[in-house]
């Protein structure tokens, strides 16, 4: 078996509505999802059990971690005794609403049904990766889609151009329970399921109309400053800006490159990407 490497992308919610609570105590939502090129970089190597390893304290303990999980799943489902070594390296921030722990279980799932050659097609992919998360489905698909249900509904589509974007991310971190046991669900009739799924279509001028997050006001009211992100990111010139998931980072989405990289100069005491959307899957190396 040759070493792989395998990148997992975070994503941004550009639209996110959560339409209600479902019996089995999960959220109905209603997002689009893309993803961005800021990866994590999975590396798998043969050996004889499983290890992982990865070079941020930021994710907790390696039992936890959905790396490996999925590759735990992945041995339940198929019967396989194959050992491999797993090293992470991140780059996406934990608790920032990027999805970067969803993208790199979907990483596991991708790359060892690869490199273990067990030649699961991808609605089964999907369906193991509905089990780790609500978030990773979408990561088996992309590059960018509609999603609804708790995430298992994933509609892919390729975005007609890149958008340009500046992620911002304060200090804080929003744990994604509290955001969801935070939110007021009561009151909301047919008015409230305003469709996300249509700002895929828009013109890049005209997504920032659309732009919406319900957790915004609730997560607003406890951790302020990523309010004042946002009306900075507006300042500086974006010509939208939404909170990504659950929090806490911001996404502000620019005329190019060149207009993020310099609003990207006033935020140099938090952390900060400039990046675009994908127009492909990041696809493995060796």
């Known amino acids: 078996m040759q070493p792989m490497r395998i990148y997992a992308p975070a994503k941004v919610n550009l639209c996110l509505r959560v339409i209600g609570k479902r019996s089995d105590g999960y959220h109905n939502i209603e997002s689009v999802f893309y993803q961005v090129n800021l990866f994590d970089t999975l590396f798998i190597e043969p050996r004889e059990k499983l290890e992982f390893v990865c070079d941020s304290r930021d994710i907790g303990p390696p039992e936890s971690n959905l790396v490996v999980k999925a590759a735990e799943l992945l041995r339940l489902e198929t019967g396989t005794t194959a050992g491999a070594r797993l090293r992470l390296e991140k780059k996406i921030p934990a608790g920032a609403g990027l999805g970067g722990g969803s993208s790199d279980a979907a990483a596991a799932l991708k790359g060892l049904n690869a490199f273990w050659r067990l030649g699961l097609p991808v609605h089964r992919l999907h369906e193991l990766a509905e089990r780790l998360g609500s978030d990773v489905p979408f990561f088996i698909h992309g590059p960018a889609a509609r999603v609804g249900g708790r995430g298992e509904v994933v509609e892919p589509f390729i975005p007609p151009e890149p958008l340009h974007l500046l992620l911002v991310k304060p200090e804080c971190s929003v744990p994604t329970a509290w955001a969801y046991r935070s939110l007021d669900l009561t009151n909301k009739g047919t008015d409230y399921k305003l469709a996300c799924f249509g700002i895929a279509d828009l013109a890049t001028d005209r ?21 004042e992100i946002k009306s900075r990111l507006l300042e500086l010139g974006a010509m939208g800006a939404v909170m990504s998931g659950s929090g806490s980072a911001v996404a502000g989405i620019f005329s190019s490159n060149a207009e993020a990289e310099k609003a990207a ?6 952390w900060h990407a400039v990046v675009e959307t994908l127009a492909q899957k990041p696809r493995p190396g060796l």
Request: charged share 20%.
């Open 207 to 227: 997504m920032p109309e659309a732009f919406h997050n319900d957790f915004e006001a609730v997560v607003i009211a406890r951790f302020p400053v990523i309010g």
């Open 265 to 270: 100069d006033g935020f140099g005491g938090w």
